[in-house]
């Protein structure tokens, strides 16, 4: 390995001779920990509030419907929204008896770990300083108790910084990543960046959701581009990487995330959901 790839590949940001090759122990904790998970799947975006979170949770129920054995992981610091989608906000947490973190079970197919389970108040602010995220990372990663799943689905802290780095570094494999984006210009530069971040980490980019693209009038089901349409489809071809499809804005997304549903079970026979089935499809053939 060379010193440049090798340094990308070191939490430590120097290199494994820095760190002492504690990564390399790290890495092997989290290996050993995911040895029962079939497929790992990242949900990334360039910045928050594009639905990166809507997209974990309803991927990981869609999953679960089709009875499989799904773990969701929140590792968003600074806006832990996945207990509060799925009604699991105030669980406690317990640990079993090799002193790991049990997730929260939602139903029999589905279980969670979120950061927002190790906080006693939703509205507390944490300032997490950058040594101590890589160590939460870590220790979500590698001490909880998934046991056997089919899939486990990480909802990734957004952008490029240090958080998702952590992420992905740590992870001993992935089937890739999911990169959530609005069609608005901003945003898909944005997603430039996180698509030149897996990259530069060799990291497998499953492919783009634009999500927000497009209001269905409830009404007459006349569809307006509130934001100009397209920008994650034209990504998606000017980087080479799937384009899994497309979700309008929905007040049924909304509704279902303040209800504590994900839409894909609340509304499961919706126009909505259907198209989110077909994204999980496309997923599941990459
Ligand atoms: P992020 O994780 O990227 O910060 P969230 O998934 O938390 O974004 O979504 C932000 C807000 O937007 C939430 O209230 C969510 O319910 C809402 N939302 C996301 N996607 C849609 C959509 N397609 N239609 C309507 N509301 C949406």
Redesign the pocket.
């Known amino acids: 390995m060379s010193e440049n790839q090798e340094k990308s590949q070191c939490p430590s940001g120097k290199s494994c001779e820095s760190c002492g090759g504690k990564c390399h122990e790290d890495k092997r904790q989290v290996h050993d920990n995911l040895q029962g998970v079939k497929h790992i799947y990242l949900v990334l ?1 360039g910045k ?8 974990a949770a309803n991927l990981a129920m869609a999953l679960a419907m089709e009875d499989k054995q799904v773990g969701l992981l929140d590792v ?1 610091f600074h ?1 832990p ?1 996945i207990p509060k ?1 799925l009604g699991l906000e105030g669980s406690p947490l317990y640990g079993d008896e090799n002193e790991k973190i049990m997730p929260v079970p939602l139903d029999n197919n589905l279980k969670v770990m979120s950061i927002g389970f190790t906080l006693r108040d939703q509205d507390q602010a944490v300032v997490w300083r950058g040594a101590m995220k890589h160590g939460v990372i870590k220790q979500l990663l590698g001490d909880v108790a998934w046991g056997e799943l089919d899939a486990l689905v990480i ?1 990734t802290p ?1 952008g490029t910084g240090d958080e998702p780095l952590s992420v992905c570094q740590l992870l001993p494999r992935a089937d890739g990543a999911v990169v ?1 984006t609005t069609p608005q210009q901003v945003s898909a530069t944005d997603v430039s960046k996180s698509l030149n971040f897996c990259s530069q980490l060799s990291f497998p980019v499953l492919g783009i959701v634009e ?2 693209s497009g209001f269905v009038c409830p009404h007459c089901g006349e569809v307006t581009q509130i934001f100009s349409s397209g920008a994650g489809e034209a990504l998606a071809k000017q980087y080479g990487v799937p384009f899994l499809g497309r ?5 049924q ?2 509704a ?3 209800a504590g549903e994900p839409f894909v079970q609340r509304y499961a026979n919706s126009a ?1 959901a259907k198209a989110f089935q077909e994204i999980v499809a496309k997923l599941q053939q990459k």
């Open positions: 975006s928050g509030g594009v639905g990166k979170s809507t997209v968003d806006g929204s989608m909802d957004p959530v999500n927000m979700l309008p804005i929905d007040p997304i909304c279902g995330g303040d909505t």
